[in-house]
């Protein structure tokens, strides 16, 4: 099935330092979704978004929709330790109710 | 509270043998949904369910089985046929199937062969 481009796979980063990461793909999208998934559990949703040039806030978190529907970015402000774990991108296409899923991006705080 | 109940949390299968996840939602939704996930990937779709007594295999339906005969259960089967089942089993539901809704998902059940 199709997946999502989403980069980094990985990062290290300080407690405090601000976290970016994103997904692209070559298709295009009418809704994003960030999920965060702990160890051992279900992912949880974070944001939703809806609208070509939508930027939503949850708290530390930004997401925004990418104005080309084709890709969308998550940031994290002040990074602290229970921030660690995977971040998922999800998305619907136009065409399809399927949601499609990125790899994943694993955030771990150096020590 | 409402939610996704996935049971059991940890679950060993002998080798020829089937064994069932449960899934089951009070969140009213009418879609479910099975995914496997395995180390350091993203989520693969095995089955979902637009409506009751209706489903529809997914990327990777080989080896799997379900069945929607009530809105709240979404029962999944790991046949034998399944040459290679461990992995973790997340159930998800959203509020309806042909939509742009989020997926709300379970704590998962981890299959291990023994």
């Known amino acids: 099935g199709q997946q999502l481009n989403q980069s980094p796979q990985s990062m290290f980063i300080q407690e405090g330092e601000d976290v970016s990461m994103n997904c692209t793909s070559s298709?295009?999208?009418?809704?994003w979704l960030w999920y965060k998934q702990d160890p051992g559990e279900g992912p949880v949703l974070l944001i939703a978004l809806y609208k070509a040039g939508e930027l939503t806030s949850n708290g530390r978190l930004t997401a925004q929709f990418g104005i080309t529907r084709k890709d969308s970015f998550l940031n994290i402000s002040a990074s602290i330790p229970s921030d660690v774990g995977i971040y998922f991108c999800a998305g619907y296409m136009d065409s399809n109710y399927q949601l499609i899923w990125g790899a994943g991006t694993k955030l771990i705080i150096k020590p | 509270d409402g939610g996704i109940t996935q049971s059991p949390k940890y679950l060993f299968r002998k080798e020829g043998q089937n064994v069932t996840l449960s899934c089951e939602q009070n969140?009213?939704?009418?879609?479910m949904y099975w995914y496997r996930q395995d180390p350091g990937q993203g989520l693969r779709l095995i089955y979902y369910?637009?409506?009751?007594?209706?489903?529809q295999k997914g990327d990777i339906a080989e080896g799997y089985s379900v069945s929607r005969e009530k809105k709240e259960s979404f029962p999944l089967t790991v046949t034998s046929a399944q040459k290679n089942p461990t992995a973790f089993y997340l159930c998800?539901?959203?509020?309806?199937?042909?939509?742009?809704?989020?997926?709300?998902f379970g704590d998962g059940t981890r299959l291990s062969i023994l």
């Open positions: 298709s295009i999208f009418n809704t």
């Open positions: 969140l009213n939704h009418d879609a």
């Open positions: 369910s637009q409506i009751v007594n209706d489903f």
């Open positions: 998800a539901s959203s509020p309806m199937g042909d939509s742009n809704q989020p997926q709300h």
